[in-house]
């Protein structure tokens, strides 16, 4: 691997993970594609989970080979989280599509935007928790959008407020960081075992 390789762009899979049928997700995916699209080392992918079917029932340990997203998330350099907070913590879609996957996951870098009444910051410190397990590694930044849903305009478009655009580039920033480390270090392993 080359050093424009390393340093090149990075393909960067956004997850929505609310499924409901009306959802805030809807306008703040839309927002966080028009500022990610406009980063130049970044090829996004955005995957909606209320377009991915993911059974509950069909799982096995270690992931689900059958999954219709697991070619999009092995491809993934790094993950961007867009999750609601429910009920002081994150929904169940997002639990979901964690525990379909497994090797997609390991030695990569995620990001979290989170919102709901607090900013979804009780959402994203119990992922901080569970992808350690699947060998992944949290950045520290993340956005937090408290009551979104006040920030709507008169055509339903997210206007985020003061700091919120330089929370994200933070938080991409250092996204960026780590998944150019922990690419080097997934070449590295892979050209060891040839």
Known sequence: MTEDDLNGRLRIA???GSVRRTRLADPLAAWLKRELTAIDWIDLDMIDL?????????????????????????????????TPEYNHSFPASVKNVIDWHFTEWAYKPVAFVGYGGS?????????????????????????????????LDADGSFVPPPGT??????????????????????????????
């Open 50 to 82: 209320a377009s991915v079917s993911l059974p509950m029932h069909e799982m096995q340990p270690g992931g689900a080979a059958a999954s219709p997203i697991a070619g999009r998330l092995a491809d993934a350099d790094g993950f961007v989280f867009l």
């Open 165 to 194: 655009v330089r929370a994200l580039h933070a938080t991409m920033n250092e996204l960026r960081t780590w998944a150019r480390a922990l690419r080097s270090l997934r070449v590295s392993d892979l050209a060891a075992r040839a």
């Open 119 to 151: 900013g979804g910051v009780r959402a994203i410190e119990q992922l901080r928790t569970v992808f350690p397990e699947l060998r992944a590694t949290t950045v520290r930044e993340a956005v937090l959008l408290p009551m979104a849903w006040e920030h």
């Open 14 to 16: 956004v997850v929505i």
